[in-house]
């Protein structure tokens, strides 16, 4: 070889060790790191797929942060954000003036927040190939449209339900060793027993300090679930603080971790109460107080809590047989640190997740999953059915501080005009 062809060779080389490098150290921003991922990405880089919000402005939770400003089509599309936390690569656009219907084809999914439907707005030409999504994260129970509407138009879902195409829930836990698993069915019972009782030898305290019982933050006072009558019978039998406009107590929103902070150093219990009573419905009212040194108390009458959190970590209101029964056990709780502690004995065996810039978020799921290659077409042929019935939205009545469950498909009318 020459010496012209020596450096040519070296020069090519190089070029191929910097884009080697440059690649491997993307990946490694993205969080998961693996060679798999670089191994199946490497020899036949997937380009980036390309998702537009069709009503909302999409707005990345901070700006460069996980974020990258991306390019659009031109004349089609603002405020392009590259979501650089994910395994995958996807591009995010907001809508904007369209100049060119053709453009649109470049999309590989466009997001429809079912808040804003409506069918005299959606595009006037679909491509085989994209992905129209339907995106909720509010439960069906209030109804922002009308599901009838939507026939034959959503190709995949969004939503918090676990059966959605794209499962995009408010938060997750994740065990950190391996005798554990969230499904307490699959813990060896006397494992667990052995976990709980662990707690016991710990320094720790969780209810030192701790001089108030029940507390509840709540702006809406009127809700599906009936949960404000529910607050009012619970009050008769312990001390409950109402912050918020339909309470007596105040703590500023302006910052949020200092009343939790607050509530975590005052108080035993949170009431965790979601507005609507729908499978799988739960949102940052019980994540956010797990992060902390509270118990929540949640009404789950599904069963999804038994699915997604560990173990003797939060009550069931829904498991006793009348308020005064919780009531008494939330009485019991505070009187003994022991049995009080036994419900933190997963702090050290779970982690929990969530928020915008977690790679296991929505966004990335949706990015991974329009990555996928073999997904087979599909259309919601009635929407009514998926979303409004098989969400399986409850009511409750009160009879004598016994809370009732009723199934009821007609939820909503009854609730409104009582
Ligand atoms: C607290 O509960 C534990 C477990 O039931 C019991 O062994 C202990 O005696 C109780 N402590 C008090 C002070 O009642
Ligand atoms: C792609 O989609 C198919 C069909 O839904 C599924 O079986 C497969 O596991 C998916 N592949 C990946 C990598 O997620
Ligand atoms: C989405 O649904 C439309 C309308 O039925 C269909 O033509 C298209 O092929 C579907 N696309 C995907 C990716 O499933
Ligand atoms: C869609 O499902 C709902 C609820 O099951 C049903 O009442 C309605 O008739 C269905 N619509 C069509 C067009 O099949
Ligand atoms: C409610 O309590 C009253 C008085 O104890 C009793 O007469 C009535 O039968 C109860 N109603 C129901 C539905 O249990």
């Not at 150290?25 to 880089?45: A, Q």
């Not at 009308?146 to 499962?167: A, L, P, Q, V, W």
């Not at 976990?195 to 019982?213: C, E, I, Q, S, W």
């Not at 933190?344 to 296991?360: E, L």
């Amino acid at each position: 070889m020459s010496q012209y062809h020596r450096c040519v060779v070296a020069v090519l080389i190089i070029i191929l060790l910097t884009r080697l490098y440059y690649r491997t150290t993307l990946f490694k921003k993205g969080g998961t790191f693996s060679t798999t991922n670089l191994l199946n990405t490497f020899p036949s880089p997937q380009p980036v797929k390309k998702i537009l919000f069709w009503y909302e402005q999409y707005k990345p939770p901070r700006r460069r942060n996980g974020f990258e400003i991306a390019q659009g089509p031109t004349g089609m599309a603002e405020d392009a954000y590259r979501l650089t936390h994910c395994q995958l690569q996807c591009d995010i656009f907001s809508r904007g003036r369209i100049v060119n219907w053709e453009l649109l084809k470049e999309y590989d999914a466009i997001i429809f927040h079912q808040h804003d439907w409506t069918p005299d707005d959606v595009p006037v030409k679909r491509w085989p190939h994209q992905h129209y999504v339907f995106l909720s994260m509010e439960s069906p129970a209030w109804r922002f449209v009308n599901t009838e509407s939507m026939k034959n138009f959503f190709n995949r879902t969004m939503t918090y339900r676990r059966d959605s195409d794209i499962y995009n829930p408010y938060g997750w836990f994740s065990a950190l060793t391996e005798s554990v698993t969230l499904d307490s069915s699959r813990i060896n019972p006397l494992t667990l027993k052995q976990l709980m009782r662990d707690v016991h030898f710990d320094t720790t305290n969780y209810g030192a300090g701790k001089t108030k019982k029940v507390a509840w933050f709540v702006s809406n006072c009127k809700s599906l679930s009936a949960r404000n009558e529910y607050v009012d019978r619970l009050k008769t039998f312990i001390d409950v603080d109402i912050y918020g406009q339909c309470g007596t107590m105040r703590c500023s929103r302006s910052n949020s971790e200092l009343c939790h902070e607050m509530l975590e150093r005052d108080y035993k219990f949170y009431l965790s109460l979601e507005n609507t009573l729908c499978e799988d419905y739960v949102t940052e009212k019980f994540f956010d107080q797990m992060r902390y040194h509270i118990i929540p108390i949640v009404f789950d009458l599904h069963g999804h809590h038994k699915r997604i959190a560990p173990p003797h970590s939060y009550i069931n209101a829904a498991d006793y047989k009348s308020i005064r029964e919780l009531a008494d056990y939330l009485l019991l709780l505070d009187g003994n640190d022991t049995l009080y502690n036994e419900y933190f004995w997963w702090k050290k065996h779970y982690i929990v997740g969530g928020g915008p810039r977690d790679a296991k978020g929505g966004m990335c799921r949706l990015c991974d999953y329009l990555h996928n290659s073999t997904l087979p077409l599909k259309v919601y042929q009635n929407m009514t059915q998926w979303w409004d019935v098989q969400s399986k939205c409850r009511t409750v009545a009160f009879i004598n501080n016994t809370i009732m469950p009723k199934h009821d498909a007609d939820f909503y009318w009854e609730s409104f005009l009582a």
